[in-house]
């Protein structure tokens, strides 16, 4: 299933003058205002590969970007990965060993197991205690529109639909169904908290506009929380529409193939074949079955496709 190469709009940068926080972590940089207020957190990095994180959170750093109330928290995650960034092997700098995107339950954190993500997940793991409110960047292997993603909490979808941008949601009534991600870790994963916390993919890894949507929605997260001005110009929300994730389908063998080529948002008739996966069928589940994030490289073990519904 090999693909062209990508454009390569923005490549990573030297993030060295960054490393040195003022937490006693690396990478991560607080700002408090010394006014009552929520903490904030802007995560960048989860994923190695994408990058438009880094340009937003370096953007909020060279600014002077800085909290009128409350507390303001930068956090670049897995810069490891990051910096094995190989533009003949674009993709493969997602992760060193796991998805540190998955990683976020008390058993994974307060387990016996090591890796460079473990690691940093449980160094991590005070920073995003501690805050109130989480926007955590994210981009996609495909060229599609932006989205939205967060549990099925009252309190994100209020925010994601106030902010309007982008206009697209997928919306989790069970989680992910392939681990914990760090925006359920905590008292975040719980229905009865108040904390709101959200991933925005904001479009292909290496594209410019992955990285001004970012940016713009880093500010947008921000100003609905009060911590700077609303950035002027910005238009009002339009048309939005949202999707349930309805199952996480994983590869399972190496033979998994789609069955016709997709990037994401396809719609699929109720039992129409999506994909195969040595013996088995992954068939649409009901009609206007959407699929999100397909596998650019089926890996066993990892995700290969999102299906939907529209709400």
Not at 107 to 129: I, K, Y
Not at 146 to 152: E, H, L, N, R, T
């Amino acid at each position: 299933m090999s693909q062209n190469p990508p454009a390569f709009e923005v490549l990573p940068r030297d993030l060295s003058a960054y490393r040195q926080g003022n937490v006693g972590i690396d990478y991560v940089h607080r700002f408090e205002s010394g006014q009552p207020g929520p903490h904030v957190l802007i995560n960048a990095l989860t994923h190695g590969n994408e990058i438009c994180g880094m340009v937003a959170a370096t953007h909020l750093l060279d600014s002077g970007v800085r909290p009128r109330i409350g507390t303001l928290t930068i956090s670049f995650a897995n810069v490891a990965a990051y910096e094995s960034f190989d533009r003949a092997r674009p993709f493969e700098s997602r992760q060193l060993v796991h998805n540190l995107n998955r990683i976020w339950s008390a058993a994974e954190l307060d387990g016996t197991a090591e890796s460079p993500e473990l690691l940093r997940a449980r160094a991590l793991r005070p920073v995003v205690a501690a805050a109130d409110h989480i926007l955590d960047i994210h981009s996609t292997s495909q060229d599609v529109e932006p989205f939205w993603v967060y549990p099925a909490y009252q309190r994100n979808a209020d925010v994601a639909l106030s902010i309007g941008r982008p206009p697209v949601h997928l919306v989790m009534p069970s989680g992910l169904g392939s681990g914990t991600p760090l925006i359920q870790h905590g008292l975040h994963g719980q229905a009865d908290s108040q904390g709101v916390a959200l991933v925005v993919e904001c479009g292909q890894h290496f594209l410019q506009s992955a990285a001004d949507m970012a940016t713009a929605v880093a500010l947008d997260f921000l100003a609905h929380f009060g911590l700077i001005d609303a950035p002027a110009g910005r238009p009002a929300p339009g048309p939005q529409r949202r999707y349930e994730l309805l199952e996480t389908c994983m590869v399972r063998t190496p033979d998994f193939r789609f069955a016709r080529p997709i990037q994401g948002f396809e719609v699929f008739a109720k039992d129409e074949l999506i994909a195969t996966d040595g013996p088995h069928e992954i068939r649409a589940l009901c009609d206007d079955c959407t699929v999100l994030m397909p596998t650019r490289e089926p890996i066993v073990g990892r995700e290969a496709v999102y299906l939907t519904r529209p709400i």
